[in-house]
């Protein structure tokens, strides 16, 4: 109930004369079947435009850290990504990862949309990161379609380690479905998961007209903290 009341009575209106989102593609998305969104991540407010511009209910994957945190803030916080339908998920690895899997088949078995961010955490500078196999792995074990999203304008209004928003025009791009049954079977084959995360960050970056970059955003933060460019020669990374 809070996900709807937010939506449309409380934060969507004024999001919407605020900031003017735009939606392409949105025919792609099926009306009552299970699919994977898969998008780019550049802010914050990513989650809270999808579901803006989409009719159905979306149940993100989000970072633990957004549950537990303390004090009026930390409340706020879980209340809040509880109420726009994220759920959360710990990142650390192993079998946390597991966990998450599990999550996320979950939603899926309900007939829902499961919106992920395949790069794990959102990108630094607004360049478009290698993507995690977790997305491939749920879509193989639950046999659903992956329609690849991309965020506009985003990261210009809100880049990560920024409050408050500035007002400005955002869009959200929603590409044609990607089937990969012709994986069935094969989900526990590492070389499969990869080429099939890698051909769904080729039709992000094909939608967001981002610049990608090879390696994983969490290094490219750690090589942005040591002053390195994040298109480092390998040599330099490991310095």
Avoid: C
């Avoid at 709807?4 to 919407?16: E, S």
Wanted: overall charge neutral; cysteine-free.
């Amino acid at each position: 109930m809070l996900y709807w009341v937010l939506k449309y009575v409380v934060i969507g209106p004024w999001l919407r004369v605020l900031f003017r989102p735009w939606v392409e593609g949105l025919h792609n998305i099926p009306k009552d079947r299970p699919a994977i969104l898969a998008s780019n991540h550049l802010s914050f407010s990513d989650s809270v435009f999808i579901i803006l511009v989409t009719p159905r209910h979306i149940t993100f994957l989000a970072k633990s850290d957004y549950f537990t945190g303390r004090g009026i803030k930390g409340w706020f916080t879980k209340k809040f990504f509880t109420g726009i339908g994220q759920v959360p998920i710990d990142r650390s690895g192993g079998r946390a990862s597991q966990a998450a899997l599990l999550t996320g088949a979950g939603v899926l078995e309900r007939g829902d949309l499961l919106g992920i961010y395949p790069e794990g955490t959102r990108s630094p500078d607004g360049t478009l990161f290698r993507g995690r196999t977790g997305v491939a792995r749920m879509a193989l074990e639950s046999r659903v379609p992956v329609y690849p999203v991309a965020m506009i304008n985003t990261f210009e209004i809100q880049p990560s380690g920024t409050i408050w928003p500035r007002l400005s025009r955002v869009g959200v791009r929603i590409g044609p479905p990607m089937d990969f049954s012709q994986y069935d079977g094969q989900e526990d084959d590492r070389f499969i998961l990869r080429s099939v995360t890698d051909e769904i960050m080729h039709e992000v970056m094909t939608l967001s007209h981002q610049e990608y970059v090879d390696i994983y955003a969490t290094k490219a933060k750690e090589l942005i903290a040591r002053g390195l460019p994040v298109d480092a020669p390998d040599s330099a990374r490991e310095d």
